[in-house]
């Protein structure tokens, strides 16, 4: 018999174990930024691949409209303990613009840079497996605040992974922290094994 203090939270079972542990369901999409959302003028707007690549890229808005654009639904997982389940994404696969930048065998992960200076860390392979670069959100675009014109979304990992106002990708072959990783945040973030923050601060 399980005892009361034991049993999973309600949410949890209501929605068939889709909220992670610790998490709690919210039905807004608050706005998550550390300082101001950057000015971002689509005129030269441009997002660049680069670092250990044999093609290192710079791409324009039209050039990204010209790529094929994909729709993801996808639950949403933030560290200050929201998520937010069906959220609809379009955009364009990650997998299709690194691809074009022909990664070296080298470059196991990736650095992503914000306008704003954000960044953060991912897995090479996890980022082409799952990362979409969005522009739009439930079929409308993106709000200036949620990372207009252009976001990551990789949804296996806390929302501090799901980097707003991409400008740039750089291939690396050593994992190295950026922004929130440097400051506390758990260098992988998977929301179902509560990898919040660093292990040695909460040993
Ligand atoms: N450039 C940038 N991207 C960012 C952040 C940020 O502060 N700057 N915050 C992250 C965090 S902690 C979360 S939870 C999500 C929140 O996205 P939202 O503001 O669209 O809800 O964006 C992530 N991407
Ligand atoms: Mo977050």
Request: with cysteine; proline share 8%; glycine share 8%.
């Amino acid at each position: 018999m399980k005892r009361p203090d034991q049993i999973k939270s309600a949410p949890d079972q209501e929605m068939g174990g889709r909220v992670p542990p610790g998490q709690f369901l919210s039905k807004k999409f608050p706005v998550l930024t550390y300082g101001s959302s950057p000015e971002v003028d689509l005129a030269s707007w441009n997002l660049r691949v680069y670092g250990l690549a044999h093609r290192p890229l710079v791409l324009d808005w039209p050039q990204i409209q010209g790529l094929d654009w994909t729709v993801v639904t996808a639950d949403f997982h933030c560290v200050t303990q929201w998520s937010s389940l069906d959220n609809t994404w379009e955009g364009v696969p990650f997998a299709t613009v690194v691809s074009l930048a022909e990664p070296h065998e080298e470059a196991k992960f990736v650095m992503v840079h914000c306008y704003g200076g954000y960044s953060t860390n991912l897995p090479l392979d996890l980022a082409m497996a799952e990362g979409l670069l969005a522009h739009k959100q439930d079929g409308q675009e993106l709000g200036k605040d949620h990372g207009w014109p252009l976001r990551l979304i990789v949804p296996s990992r806390y929302g501090w992974k799901s980097a707003k106002w991409v400008k740039g990708i750089e291939l690396i072959a050593e994992d190295a922290p950026g922004f929130w990783e440097r400051r506390g945040y758990h260098m992988s973030g998977d929301p179902w094994k509560e990898e919040r923050f660093w292990p040695e601060l909460t040993r």
